[in-house]
C-alpha cells in the first residue's frame, strides 16, 4: 500500500510518500523556524500562512522525489489534530480536496500517536509482530509531554501528562529567560555544553503520580538567574542552561523508568521534538533495564513520513473522498 501524507499542524509544511508503512519513498520538510524566530516562538496566522505558499510546491517535491504519480497512490493520510488550528485547516483541506478528486481513502490522523509510529518509520516490524506490546511511550514536544501505554496498534492508556508546560515548551521560555534564542531545546543543549559548573534547580516529583510540572523549574531558574550574588558569575548563562536541562531530564527520565516498571512495559518508545536531546536520549539509554527506542532525530521534529506510517498500523477516521473530516485542534490520544 503506498500512502501520500501531510503534516501542518504547526510550524513545518510536510509531504511525505511511504509504501507499507516503513519504506519511505520520500519524506519533504519545509521549515518556518528561521521565519518565527525573530519573534522568538510561532504565531500562529503567520505559520497558517506560510503552509498555504508551501503546501503546493512540498506535496509536487515529496510526489516527484517518490518517482510516482498520483494515480499510484492508495490512500491520503493527514494530520488533524490536535495542533493550531490555522495551519491543521491548510493540510486538512488540501487533502480533502486531493482525496476527493481522486476517489482516494482519506485518513485523519493523530500528531501525537504520528510521533509513536516515527519508531516503526526507524525499527520496522510486520504489523502482526506484537512483540513489543505493552509498550511506554514518551511523547514529548513544544506542546505535550505525555506518557501512554500502548497495549496494541491504536490502544492507549494514558498514565500521566504535564500539568502545566510541556518540556519543549519550558526549554524555549527558559531560552528565553537566558537570551539564547529560538528554538529553545537546541539552544539549551548548546548552551549547555560549555557549562563548567552546576546549580540548584528543583525537581516537581509529583509523587504517586505519572504527571509531569515544569512551569515550577521554570520559575526558580528566573529567580536564580536574578540573584544578586550570581549576576556577574562567569559562564552563568551556561552553566544555568545545564543545570535547567538537568532538571527537566532527570525528572522526564525517572518517571518514565518507574512507569515502565509498575506496568510491566516490555519496552519504552521515545518520541516527539524534545526526543532530539542528546542528554535525554543518552540518559533514557543507559539507565533503562529494557530496551529503549529511539528514532533519529530527523524522525523526532515533524515530518509526514510519521504521518503515513501512523495510518498504515493504526488508521483511524476515514471516508471515500474524507468530506466529513474536520480539523481538532485539541485532539486527545
Not at 532527570?250 to 518517571?255: A, Q, S
Not at 529503549?292 to 477516521?317: E, H, K, L, Q, W
Request: contains cysteine; proline residues 6%.
Amino acid at each position: 500500500m503506498r500512502i501520500l501524507a501531510f503534516e501542518t499542524s504547526c510550524d513545518e509544511t510536510a509531504a511525505a510518500v511511504v509504501e507499507d508503512g516503513t519504506r519511505i519513498l520520500s519524506n519533504i520538510v519545509a521549515s518556518q523556524i528561521d521565519i518565527h524566530r525573530r519573534y522568538g516562538g510561532i504565531v500562529p496566522e503567520v505559520a497558517s500562512r506560510q503552509h498555504v505558499l508551501s503546501i503546493v510546491p512540498v506535496y509536487q517535491e515529496a510526489l516527484d522525489s517518490s518517482g510516482l504519480s498520483l494515480g499510484d497512490i492508495d490512500r491520503v493520510a493527514v494530520t488533524h489534530g490536535p495542533g493550531l488550528a490555522g495551519s491543521l485547516l491548510v493540510g486538512v483541506n488540501f487533502a480533502k480536496a486531493l482525496a476527493a478528486s481522486r476517489g482516494l481513502p482519506l485518513f485523519g490522523v493523530n500528531h501525537m500517536e504520528a510521533h509513536v509510529y516515527a519508531n516503526w518509520l526507524a525499527f520496522p516490524t510486520p504489523p502482526e509482530d506484537d512483540s513489543r506490546f505493552p509498550a511506554l511511550c514518551l511523547i514529548v514536544s513544544g506542546g505535550h509531554t505525555e506518557l501512554q501505554l500502548m497495549r496494541a496498534h491504536g490502544h492507549y492508556q494514558l498514565l500521566g501528562r504535564t500539568r502545566d508546560d510541556a518540556a519543549g515548551e519550558a526549554f524555549d521560555k527558559a531560552a528565553r529567560l537566558l537570551d539564547l534564542g529560538y528554538p529553545g531545546g537546541p539552544v539549551i543543549e548548546k548552551a549547555a555544553l560549555q557549562a563548567t559548573d552546576r546549580l540548584s534547580l528543583p525537581r516537581a516529583w509529583l509523587p504517586g503520580t505519572c504527571d509531569f510540572s515544569f512551569s515550577g523549574v521554570k520559575t526558580a531558574l528566573w529567580h536564580l538567574i536574578n540573584r544578586e550574588e550570581l549576576l556577574n558569575q562567569p559562564n552563568l548563562a551556561a552553566n544555568a542552561a545545564a543545570s535547567f536541562q538537568d532538571a527537566v531530564v532527570d525528572v522526564l527520565v525517572g518517571k518514565t523508568l518507574r512507569a515502565a516498571e509498575d506496568f510491566g512495559a516490555t519496552c519504552i518508545l521515545l518520541s516527539g521534538g524534545v526526543a532530539a536531546n542528546s542528554s535525554l536520549r543518552d540518559r533514557l539509554s543507559q539507565d533503562s533495564p529494557i530496551d529503549v527506542f529511539i528514532p533519529p532525530r530527523s524522525f523526532c521534529t515533524d515530518n509526514a513520513a510519521m504521518v503515513a506510517a501512523c495510518s498504515y498500523f493504526s488508521g483511524g477516521p476515514a471516508s471515500p473522498g474524507g468530506p466529513g473530516l474536520d480539523v481538532e485542534p485539541g485532539l486527545s490520544l
